[in-house]
């Protein structure tokens, strides 16, 4: 959709949401209110502004909070509830793309309905939870001509940039192994997400950030995965909830060394932690090491009665922040915000970068992005896929449980210790 003179147009994107929890407030909420606000220019598309246009949600209180509270800055947007909030939306509200983030196990249908329905995607991550379903949504959106994309925030954090732009350039040459730790406090797991957790786990919520991480930077063989995991806190010592994970990923390289990648997530982390998340990685290769570590940014915080719960004594200022500039604004701004405004201006880019007949053309090459095209994220759900499946083998009296990729018995095999017989979980080929 665009307005204005013929010499200069001015293009509107009008956006959906499903989902209004965390994620919302902390990053899409700010993305709409600027984009609404101030647009944003390109030269291959010029001037577009995003709308907030519709928002699908269970029950719709938030939503009607939003409207209350900062219609202003949101503007008006139509809302819709349970039961088919999603469908509702879709069949009602004038949206060109819709953002999804929704709990990790309600991602997949309401993925499919949004491709269904010929509009753009934009899902947090893990995408979804299996290659069958990931199949299904590449199939869609290419049956539909749009575009299919996951949020790695992770992937434009300053840190991790210069980390891969020193193994692109080949300063850092070939990882031999690396370590990565993602912790989060009690109340996400008891407050935040206590409607949901049950039956879950803290890697697929956290660690696939990781391994987008390192199957992005040190592309490679996904080989094999292995996990290990405490339970006993947020849910039963023998259930399914999990309190933390210990996840091992086997990459081979074509000069057929391998590297093994340990991501240890958490979120039974004490509530008075001074970090809100620590956040730390460590990688070494053939010349160098490579260390990160998210409480070691420089920046301490002490405020009387304040610290270190209602705000955290050690800060990520560039995931996400508030800030008033020198010049009086005051602005919300950050990696988790600056990826959304990459999608639109990748959807702009599609509908907007030139004349009708060529927008094929650019379509594929904003699919071809494998920062964040769904394609692009085989060995990655299939290491989502391969945890899960060997949490519920321990959660049902199999522990220690390995899946192979690409095994000559299938895609993604299992095997349980002392069982002879495979368990094929996905079949075709994972990388071809």
Known sequence: MSSGGNSSPVHLLRGGMVGLGMIFEETYRPFFEHARAQGFYDPR????HVHLAA??????????????ERSQQLGRFQSFTEPDSVGQMLQQAPVDFVCVATPDDRHYEAACKVLQAGKHLLVEKPSVLSLQQLDHLTQLARQHGVLAKVVYHKLLDPDHKKLRTLVVQGELKHVNHGYCSLLEPKQISSQQFAEWIQGRNPGTYVAVHYIKLIDFTFPGRLKAVLCSGQRGLVGPPDGNTWDSTQLRLVYQYDDRREAAFDIHTSWVTP???????????????????????SRKRGVELTIEGQTPLQKKITLNNHYNATFIEPWGEESQRGYGIEVLERFVR?????????????????L????????????????VVAAVQAMEAILEQ????????VVYVDHPRGGLVLFRP???????????????
């Open 45 to 48: 598309f010029g001037a577009c």
């Open 418 to 432: 002392g069982d002879p017989e495979p368990h094929v979980l996905y079949e075709p080929r994972v990388r071809p």
């Open 271 to 293: 509530d008075n932690f001074p970090g809100y998340v620590e956040q730390e990685v460590q990688f070494r290769f053939d010349n160098g090491v490579w260390n990160g570590h």
């Open 394 to 401: 321990a959660a049902a009296g199999h522990p220690d449980a």
């Open 346 to 362: 990748e959807v702009a880019y599609v509908e907007f970068g030139g004349p009708d007949s060529q927008r094929q053309q650019r």
């Open 55 to 68: 928002v699908a949600s269970r029950t719709g209180r938030r939503a009607e909070r939003y409207l209350r």
């Open 364 to 379: 594929e090459q904003m699919q071809s992005l494998d920062y964040n095209d769904l394609a692009a994220d085989r060995q």
